[in-house]
């Protein structure tokens, strides 16, 4: 799933470049590209599907030539995670045909980080072999370190299952329910118990188990696979389109896990971060001595836990940050962003206005 | 006087547009363009000389147009305030004959605020009137109303002085003694006893006064007058530039105002300001509801007692400050500088860096 809007790192995302094509941790490459290489290992190049939304679907082909340009599966309108992997399951039937409906699926993220990528392709293969043995649907929980309010949780119930043997050692659970967000204190209660875990949005299943499941959590969704396979089987690119527009915008949490019947959870070690906001940065990025993130060489004096992003644009450009204590400073060629490090998420509210304003560019 | 290096004000401010040529207050006009403007009802143009770095020089006729190009004195060196009134002197004397050694002058800042024009000419008559009655140095000492750090204090001593009537009953005092810039507590001493005056950096003499308190303070700048009117008046462009390479970079208060034996003060209330740094946009632009200072349309959200800039520069850009509270953000086509309000005389330290790293363009 690479969709994304590009809200939560305006400026450097932008509609035309949200997330998944910026390199928020330390390296050269994208988000993308990274989580494309993290699985590459695991998966042949023409079983790597990517979902994006339809103005990225070409930026997209072009930094991954790798990847077979019918591979990635174009979101004509905007319905979130739910919708696209209804869109994306029927295009693997309408591929593969009904015999399709036996493989099991891997449902990865294109804008995580993965810090330790061999213990997150030893969790996959974990995650793949309990999501080929039953109907079931199978997520990964990230062991948590910290009281963090901007994930959901999963509460894992009862004992670590006895699964089939894989690499790794990698315990497997029950769910036994789906937390939304909490509050610190709720936060800090569930970092204690060891059993909620946050939630990965990382999903395997048999294409079968999750038709199944989804016809009786949202039959809605389920009953449009069919159809808009046969419409990509039939060339029919405007009902595709139809279909699609008709379905509602929800996540697959909503419409799925947190309804489904059985959904067992593999608790994950691999180093997650889903680098929800620009302090992210602080865990993804090197820090220097007074605990400051720079990129493209701003000039900072006397300043400390501050992030400041200078990217190249057009022009040369100077960026000065002086006498600040905990703040964001992103300048990206025509667009500047001021914030302070824990008011990141106030940053959806200025694209908010630039839209008011008809922006669009920006 | 309209030198300046451009660094207070950076990003907008540079080597090449120091302040006097920036819009600092709710004006359409730079400080320099009101400045003259100021005394336009005063004096005929051709009266009207200004002092600049050479490298302003033509940007300074461009922006004067009615000022006659031979009276922009161009300064080959920054020799400071003493430096550039030696050569002042010097070009009026090399001009008007020894005669002008009789003319009383008024030396004016470019890059200051009036705030009441009126009242600002009705203090000029007065500090003319008294510079012409005898041989003395009279300056303006601005009457504070907050107890400002940030400039130099002069004390002034026993009662009102009996001068020509002037319109506006205007009060002068001889001065006791000039005063550093003080720390706040001394300030707020200051503010008290009615008798400290903020230093203008304004002046008022006839030639003559002038250099024979100048030979008696710092002889060596004194000896340099006469030479340098001779070569110019020879056209010997070359010595002027010799000749006034080796005087010592002073300010005219260190060299000559805190060491002279009679100097008298105008008590000013024109509303005065010298725009020292950044956070004084406060007090020349107009508010927000939320005690913002907005140029150029930033976007702000849930930001208060913030100054926000937004030149444009050849491409559109778009400034966003997000739950900020009395902070400085400046955009300026090529740079952008933050820093919190109450540390803008740290801006200094920036471009120092920059200084340092050969970005001589910034």
Redesign the interface.
């Known amino acids: 799933m690479a969709g994304g809007s590009g809200e939560r790192f305006?400026?450097l995302s932008r509609r035309s470049r949200p997330k998944q094509f910026l390199r928020l941790a330390d390296s050269a490459k994208t988000l993308l590209e990274q989580a494309v290489e993290a699985i590459t290992p695991l998966f042949p190049l023409d079983a790597i599907f990517i979902a994006t939304g339809e103005h990225l679907a070409e930026a997209t082909r072009e930094l991954l030539p790798h990847i077979p340009a019918a591979n990635v599966i174009a979101e004509p309108y905007q319905r979130n995670t739910a919708g696209c992997l209804v869109l994306a399951t029927a295009h693997l039937l309408a591929r593969f045909g009904n015999d399709a409906a036996r493989a099991v699926v891997a449902v990865l993220a294109a804008d995580h980080l993965i810090a330790d990528p061999d213990r997150y392709r030893e969790t996959l293969r974990t995650a793949l072999a309990v999501a080929d043995r039953e109907e079931v649907l199978v997520t990964l929980g990230i062991a948590p370190n910290r009281p963090e309010t901007g994930y959901g949780y999963i509460e894992v119930s009862g004992e670590r299952l006895d699964v089939p043997a894989a690499p790794g050692d990698i315990p497997v659970y029950a769910s036994s329910r789906f937390h939304e967000k909490p509050d610190r204190d709720a936060a800090t209660a569930y970092l204690a118990t060891g059993r909620h875990l946050w939630n990965s949005g990382m999903f395997f299943w048999r294409i079968s188990s999750f038709l199944a499941e989804l016809s009786a959590a949202s039959p809605q969704l389920a009953r449009a696979v069919e159809p808009i396979a046969a419409a990509l089987r039939d060339g029919d690119d405007k009902w595709v389109r139809s279909l699609f527009r008709d379905l509602p915008a929800v996540s697959i949490d909503y419409a799925l896990m947190e309804k489904a019947r059985r959904v067992l959870v593999v608790k994950s070690d691999f180093g997650w971060d889903d680098i929800g906001a620009w302090d992210a940065l602080d865990r993804t990025m090197p820090l220097d001595g007074s605990g400051n993130v720079t990129v493209g060489d701003p000039?900072l004096?006397?300043c400390s836990g501050c992030i400041v992003v200078?990217e190249p644009g057009?022009?040369?450009?100077?960026?000065?940050?002086?006498?600040?204590d905990g703040?964001v400073?992103i300048?990206s060629?025509?667009?500047?962003?001021?914030?302070?490090k824990d008011?990141t998420q106030?940053?959806r509210?200025?694209v908010a206005?630039?839209k008011r304003?008809g922006?669009d560019r920006?």
Chains 1, 2 share one sequence.
């Open positions: 305006w400026p000039v004096v006397n200078n057009p022009a040369e450009q100077t960026v000065a940050v002086v006498g600040m703040f400073v300048v060629g025509d667009a500047v962003l001021v914030v302070p008011r106030e940053v509210a200025a206005e630039l304003r922006s920006l």
